[in-house]
């Protein structure tokens, strides 16, 4: 079969510099169709867009644009297209794979300017709004209707909406509410010839095939939003949060699969274990108990009388299945307390390692116990600590690895362990990545999950949509020779997709 992969057109820096002609006649062309202002190619400009939040990845862009209006990402993207210049697209920088890693002779081009509130319309329930606008802002800004946006990722506060379409990112709440790809009713997006397509709209249902779903997760590989119209759902009545703690992370475990298993769907169900409870209980003072192997926190809402029988139920699960501690919150103020500890993991955990590597693997839900097992075998061997904070009752596991730049090998050391992470989530059932996306953390594991055929199939998809390969190349897809350098698809049999890191 014809490797389409092989005649996607690949940059090669000895060929194309920053000096080229093409680079001299783009960056002339950005100069007329941008403010100087919105054009960035000194060093010192340019270092804050060398990485995303995978900051163990990083590489000097060539220069970075910030347009203002779809019109001008519209003309960069057909001026690149006609020099066959790469392009980055870039939201809040938050992501966790490298996604938007930029490229030496490439632009980067970043949508924070772009942050307005189209509408906000509480009669159809939907929300507006441009690429760069704040995932919290949509909430902020649709409270005084009584309505919120559900997905809220750890990094709401700051990563953007055209990023969370990007990345299909979802939160603590996707577990009742779902991910972006459920959340976002439409967008418009500049291709890579730099034509405006608008897909979906302010309906639960278009005609035609699902490209929007497409879209969602595409890691800025198949287009650039310019507007994404989202849907808002109404405040619940009434909330409640509980708090359990366990003796043992199995039983948290299993307390998970009961509740799922009686039919109770949470609005949210996180898991950290005892060393992230102590590090988000140190930097929060969210009243975590500190014995705990493993601490539970579950969000019930709905009608106030459904409440009441839903949190005797779940209490009386939790029990059951050895939590020796329960606290029950029902006032917003101890609510927001008991979530601070959760959304706050990421940053305590960084105050316990100069870095940290955060992995993202999906698996069954009846396969945590084994897998978290498997997690601290693959850290005695490599001799690294791990901080688990997860989407329980997603199954999406989010292990935090310590290590210290610092030191000559420990990066390559944690890379490689993470990878094994990963295998091990494949081999338990389940996948690469939940809603953090492949980037280039994951594209060798990604040689672990697919087979040949299926990531022709992704090359296929990529050609017909960027036939010159000038959106993120190199991001969420291997090659097959890469594959094939790494040992080929599905290893399942405890070797390392990363042959040279075989001595950890």
């Known amino acids: 079969m014809e490797n389409i992969a092989d005649n ?13 002609a093409p680079h ?32 163990a990845i990083r590489e000097m862009p060539w220069v970075v ?16 297209a006609e020099y066959q210049v790469p392009v980055i697209p870039r939201g809040a920088g938050t992501g966790l794979s490298g996604g938007a890693r930029p490229h030496q002779q490439g632009v980067v081009l970043g949508l924070s300017k772009m942050a307005e509130i189209l509408q906000i319309d509480p009669h159809n329930r939907v929300a507006k709004v441009q690429p760069g606008v704040r995932n919290l802002a949509i909430t902020q800004a649709a409270q005084v209707h009584g309505l919120y946006y559900a997905p809220d990722p750890s990094s709401q506060i700051a990563c953007s909406i055209g990023g969370n379409v990007a990345e299909n990112a979802g939160g603590v709440h996707c577990l009742k509410y779902g991910l972006t790809v459920n959340n976002v009713l439409g967008v418009r997006l500049v291709n890579a010839a730099g034509e405006i397509v608008e897909l979906g709209g302010a309906l639960y249902d278009n005609p035609g095939p699902d490209v929007l779903a497409l879209l969602c997760g595409s890691e800025g590989m198949l287009g650039v939003v ?14 409640a949060v509980l708090l359990a703690g366990f003796a043992e992370v199995v039983d948290a475990g299993n307390a998970v699969a009961a509740i799922i298993g009686a039919g109770i769907i949470p609005a949210g169900m996180e898991m950290m274990d005892k060393m992230a409870v102590q590090a988000a209980e140190a930097f929060a003072k969210a009243g975590y108990p500190l014995d705990a192997e493993a601490i539970l926190i579950i969000e019930l809402d709905g009608a106030a009388a459904e409440l009441a029988t ?140 697919f087979t040949s055929a299926e ?33 080929g698809m599905h290893v399942h049999h405890g070797r390392l997709p990363f042959p040279e890191l075989e001595r950890f």
């Open 8 to 20: 996607l057109p690949h940059y090669d820096p000895q060929q194309l510099t920053k000096q080229s």
């Open 24 to 55: 001299q006649a783009v960056l002339a062309r950005l100069q007329q169709l941008l403010p100087m202002d919105n054009i960035i190619t000194d060093a010192a400009g340019l270092r804050p867009y060398e990485t995303d939040g995978l900051t």
């Open 65 to 80: 644009v910030l347009p203002e209006t779809e019109a001008q990402v519209a003309q960069v993207l057909q001026c690149c």
């Open 226 to 239: 310019t507007e994404v119209t989202v849907a808002l759902l109404p405040e619940p009545e009434t909330k």
């Open 310 to 449: 839903l949190t005797d139920e779940v209490s009386t699960l939790l029990r059951q299945h050895g939590a020796y501690r329960i606290d029950e919150a029902h006032d917003a103020s101890t609510q927001a307390r008991l979530w601070k500890g959760r959304k706050s993991a990421f940053p305590a955990v960084g105050r316990l390692s100069p870095d940290y590597l955060c992995m993202d693997g999906t698996i069954p839900r009846k396969a945590l116990p084994s897998v978290l097992a498997e997690i601290d075998t693959i850290s005695q061997r490599f001799g690294l600590a791990v901080a688990n904070v997860f989407h329980a009752a997603d199954g999406n596991l989010h292990p935090l690895i310590l290590f210290d730049a610092n030191v000559p090998g420990q990066t390559d050391k944690a890379m490689a362990m993470g990878a094994k992470v990963l295998e091990a989530c494949v081999a338990a059932g389940g996948t690469v990545t939940g809603e953090h996306g492949v980037g280039v953390e994951k594209l060798d594991t990604m040689c672990v999950q």
């Open 455 to 487: 990531l022709e199939q992704f090359f296929r998809l990529k050609a017909a949509m960027d036939p010159q390969n000038l959106l993120n190349p190199g991001k969420g897809i291997p090659t097959l020779t890469r594959c094939g350098e790494l040992g």
